[in-house]
């Protein structure tokens, strides 16, 4: 044979080889130990010297912009600003200004197993417990009920709500927490409730963790892992207060009268590290704070770690760590041009860290596996999940995957070869998920624009994030505004011209559309997860539930501002999608529920909801519970929990 011919043969043996010996350490449990770690300040006095130089920098810059502002020509007179009707997540505004336990079956929709996230209804025993606009409810569904029991303000008793938002809730044993941020009282307000057996709610008391603004229009800030409440909370580093503890996230009970001086410092020096990256003290020095509170205790304690970086930021929970990707951005294009992962173990383990590139679209962007990786899918324009930072436009992408063992101090960087390119979908709305073991992308056009009818939509990509094996292009003729699992499948939903459309995909040896359903004159009624749920009744068979809306309220504030109109159903059989039927809201029997905090469903009024063999929807202030005949679903009653009411209605 020719000496090419042995040397290919070689080659493929001794590949071939190294694939079995990386198979049979996969198949092992994973070293997941880091090389090195962060280091952490060595205390106040190490913290306090970086402060002082940082403030020294500032004041220099101030001096040389102030003698430029001198020099240049006045600016122009500003056009009047136009007017607010309400204040949104994000706003910084006056007082005055300003408008069950683990064994259960989850009835929300969660990224990670396990690692339940604050949403609107939780289940506890024989109860739906719901969160909206300030005010918490329970509703009896146990012994084949339908009947509203309770409710109470999500706040203190006596505390002026104006200027706080109560977005996301969380039920562990016979503790209720709801969290909100208030604008009037400097951070996250974290409101604890008893709930008995009986689905009687009363007020125990209300912590504040110093922070800023946690909102984003795609992620939750708290998850609950066991009695473990885990909160990432970034909270910019002031150097012009450099010495103050008021710069550090800190904890107070709340009680009439309290001030700033009650807070406790609960984030020392010792528990703040930080790479080698220089920061730019007056744009982006933030600290990316994740807190840890035990709810076993009947005094709520929490404890702190944070990582020092720039202000952009991504946040993911895995079941043993929150990952936290700070990029630092171009002054002049916003454009990233440096970027890291930090990952911060919930056992109190120093964190660690690499050097990356670009940014991930959200928090569905990463997954870390069972084999040891890290995997991201990160975009060469991408700007965080702050506010509504992830609906804008990615630019080129690719998939990262990284050992965690090879996170270290933050000195170094991810290789190149651990950057997989893929695709770009173009000038779009990007969604991103993993599921099994697919990561699946598509792009919709931009939110706030109106769909043109015979647009033509990018590609959908679907790829084993664990192998270099084949990219596949996904068959849709719509917009993707949805990607979620159906079993070990998965389904895609977005709109084309007036129409919602469901895409089922295949996900075994290959990925490939089947399947399309298309609900007329209608679009998403709820973007966020927790607004899908699939109920999984065997091999390709299930129900999906999701909230729809007429096409006409699909692309403005309307979403956010009045009930949503109905819960459509989908039977799953083999991945043919076909319509069950909806259950509606009464919205000619809104009532003016004299709403005095959270009067903006930012974070939606509606989900489905399936427990046993039952099925709800949650509509605003109805319960409704549907009744599968065959292939159909029916209305069977209805409850209304309406505060106002004289009496709350159910037949």
């Known amino acids: 044979m020719p000496r090419i011919a042995y040397l290919f043969l070689a080659l493929g043996l001794l590949a071939a080889c190294n694939d079995d010996v990386a198979a049979a350490a996969e198949s092992q449990a994973p070293d997941t130990t880091p090389r090195k770690t962060l280091r952490a300040f060595s205390g106040e006095q190490e913290l306090s010297k970086l402060l002082q130089r940082w403030r020294a920098q500032a004041e220099r810059k101030r001096r040389e912009v102030a003698k430029q502002a001198v020099m240049a020509p006045p600016p122009p007179p500003a056009s009047a600003p136009d007017s607010v009707a309400l204040m949104a997540p994000g706003s910084v505004a006056t007082n005055e200004a300003a408008a069950a336990g683990d064994k259960e079956e989850s009835i929300t929709n969660v990224q990670t197993a396990g690692v339940d996230e604050g949403g609107i209804v939780k289940r506890h025993g024989d109860h739906l417990v719901i969160l909206r606009r300030g005010r918490l409810f329970t509703v009896r569904i146990g012994g084949d009920a339908l009947q509203p029991v309770s409710k109470v303000d999500a706040y203190a008793p006596g505390t002026d709500p104006s200027g706080a938002w109560y977005d996301e809730m969380l039920v562990s044993e016979n503790t209720v927490v709801v969290i909100g941020y208030s604008y009037a009282r400097g951070g996250t307000e974290i409101g604890l409730f008893d709930i008995d057996g009986k689905g009687g709610l009363a007020y125990r008391a209300t912590y504040h963790l110093r922070s800023n603004d946690y909102y984003s229009s795609r992620n939750y800030a708290s998850r609950l892992i066991g009695d473990q409440l885990i909160f990432y909370t970034p909270m910019r580093l002031s150097v012009w207060d450099a010495g103050s503890d008021q710069v550090y996230p800190g904890l107070r009970r709340w009680r009439s009268g309290a001030t700033a001086e009650d807070f406790r410092r609960i984030l020392p020096a010792t528990r703040i590290y930080r790479s080698d990256d220089e920061l730019d003290p007056l744009e982006d020095a933030t600290l990316h704070t994740v807190s840890v509170c035990d709810l076993g205790r009947s005094d709520m304690q929490c404890k702190s770690s944070a990582v020092l970086g720039p202000e952009g930021r991504v946040f993911y929970v895995s079941a043993d760590s929150v990952y936290v990707w700070t990029t630092h951005y171009d002054r002049d294009d916003r454009k990233p041009n440096r970027a890291a992962v930090f990952r911060l173990p919930l056992d109190g383990k120093a964190p660690s860290a690499l050097k990356t590139s670009g940014s991930p679209i959200d928090q569905l962007s990463f997954l870390q596996d069972g084999h040891g990786y890290l995997n991201v899918l990160v975009s060469a324009e991408g700007d965080g999940d702050g506010m509504w930072k992830a609906e804008t436009k990615s630019g080129d992408i690719a998939l990262l995957r990284v050992r965690l063992r090879d996170f270290g101090d933050g000195s170094t960087a991810a290789p190149a070869s651990a950057y997989r390119p893929l695709p770009n979908i173009g000038d779009s709305e990007v969604q991103n998920r993993f599921v099994g073991d697919w990561l699946i992308y598509g792009a919709a056009p931009y939110r706030w624009r109106k769909a043109e009818a015979g647009a033509k939509h990018p590609p959908a990509h679907a790829l084993r994030y664990a192998d270099r094996g084949i990219l596949h292009a996904l068959d849709v003729d719509h917009g993707v505004e949805r990607i979620e699992a159906m079993g070990g499948d998965a389904v895609l939903v977005g709109g084309a011209g007036k129409d919602l459309h469901f895409t ?125 005949d065959g292939e159909r679903i029916h209305e069977r009653r209805r409850a209304d929990f309406a505060p106002n009411r004289a009496a709350a209605i159910a037949r």
């Open 504 to 628: 089922s995909v295949s996900l075994g040896q290959r990925a490939a559309s089947r399947s399309v359903f298309v609900q007329r004159d209608a679009a998403q009624g709820e973007s966020r997860t927790h607004g899908f749920f699939y109920r999984n009744e065997g091999e390709r068979r299930g129900i999906v539930g999701l909230p729809i809306v007429g096409q006409a309220r699909s692309n403005s504030m309307q979403r956010y501002l009045d009930q949503t109109a109905s819960v459509l159903y989908l039977r799953n059989n083999g991945l043919h999608l076909g319509r069950m039927g909806q259950l509606d809201a009464h919205a000619e029997r809104a009532v003016d529920d004299g709403c005095k905090a959270s009067c903006v469903d930012w974070y939606g009024d509606a989900r489905p909801i399936f427990i046993g063999n039952r099925v709800f929807a949650l509509l605003g202030y109805e319960l409704v519970e549907g009744r599968i």
